[in-house]
């Protein structure tokens, strides 16, 4: 397949388009280069037969028909976004225009192709979003594919509301769309902006390692590389107009998260003293969602897909990984928010 992928120099995307390129598809990676893109998490495969990039954003409609119309792409994996809570509550202007007029572009340039294409029917538009769009579980159940949205800061309002832009694209038009809702993901080339490399950085850095509130709050964790395997395989077996949500199997509080990265760190990387003891409860995120658990029945009966990682051997890779790659991460450290707290303003 040829694939038109957004946002491919970012933390999933990259995954992505390594993935793909390694299965033998064509990729046209299309990303406007923002704070968290990288293009040295494509590196790898940027000499690759089949590996094009296009240095454009997805709010950009001219850019966005030159593009569909120069590569003739069979399939769009959409991950370009604003994906950072704590940012969204300082500019959550960007998120609304990213997330929401972006998506709105793309499904636009990507509908006017497949129409003049002959409208079909194997094209897939592929919108990738996250199971924050469901809002905040209690102490029991998990999300299924038909829990009600319930959004509840500026970045999951703005990725619900492109996925009803996705949906209605559907209903409206006809256009072949798929909807994947993932779990917090980790692993290698994360921003570090994100919990798990903040973690790892700042116990490397001998400075306070931040726990939001009293750590309470529960995620499900999935590896990077395994949600890049689900969504290759969502595109190629999904059903036009379906939803799917995607996550680890492995739900823990934040403080036990934190807690066994440390005990990772203690091992690859003695320090003088347990690097647990660098752990500071600092004040909670405005809004932040108790749980978040995602059902996944629908994506293992139908597709027969399920992870494959788990959590604690994933963990011991992502660690083993930023010890390992000191000089990617020291590279992002002087971008824009990284190292200070963001989104503590009510």
Not at 31 to 59: I, K, M, Q, S
Not at 76 to 90: C, N, Q, T, W
Not at 93 to 108: H, I, K, P, R
Not at 149 to 163: L, V
Request: glycine share 8%.
């Amino acid at each position: 397949m040829r694939i038109l992928v957004t946002g491919g120099c970012g933390f999933i995307g990259s995954a992505v388009v390594r993935l793909a390129i390694a299965n033998g598809h064509h990729v046209v990676n299309v990303d406007a280069l923002t704070y968290a893109a990288c293009p040295a998490n494509v590196a790898e495969v940027e000499r690759a037969f089949g590996y094009r990039f296009e240095h454009a954003d997805v709010r950009d409609r001219p850019a966005l028909d030159r593009i569909f119309e120069r590569w003739q792409p069979d399939a769009v994996m959409h991950l370009a976004a604003e994906s950072h809570v704590d940012r969204s509550i300082d500019g959550p202007a960007a998120f609304v225009t990213t997330n929401v007029l972006g998506t709105f572009c793309l499904l636009e340039a990507a509908r006017n192709y497949w129409e003049a294409k002959g409208r079909p029917p194997a094209f897939r538009f592929h919108h990738v979003s996250t199971d924050e769009v469901y809002g905040s579980l209690g102490p029991e159940g998990a999300f299924s594919e038909d829990t009600p949205y319930a959004p509840r800061s500026p970045y999951s309002a703005s990725k619900a509301g492109s996925d009803h832009l996705v949906s209605a694209w559907h209903e409206t038009y006809g256009l072949p769309t798929l909807i994947s809702n993932c779990s917090n993901n980790y692993g290698p080339f994360q921003f570090p902006e994100k919990l798990i490399p903040v973690v790892i950085l700042n116990a490397l850095a001998g400075a306070p390692i931040p726990v939001y509130g009293k750590g309470e709050n529960v995620r499900d964790w999935l590896y990077v590389e395994d949600h890049a395997r689900a969504l290759l395989h969502v595109l190629q077996q999904g059903q036009a107009g379906r939803s799917y949500n995607i996550g680890g199997n492995s739900c823990v509080r934040n403080i036990d998260l934190v807690r066994a990265i440390c005990s990772v760190l203690d091992r690859r990387r003695p320090a003088a003293a347990p690097y647990a003891q660098a752990i500071r409860f600092v004040t909670d995120r405005p809004g932040h969602d108790l749980r978040y658990a995602v059902d996944q029945t629908r994506i293992r009966t139908e597709l027969g897909w399920q992870p494959s990682i788990a959590l604690d051997e994933g963990l011991e890779r992502t660690v083993a990984w930023y010890l390992e790659n000191e000089d990617w991460w020291r590279a992002l450290q002087d971008r824009e928010g990284v190292g200070r707290r963001l989104g503590a303003m009510r």
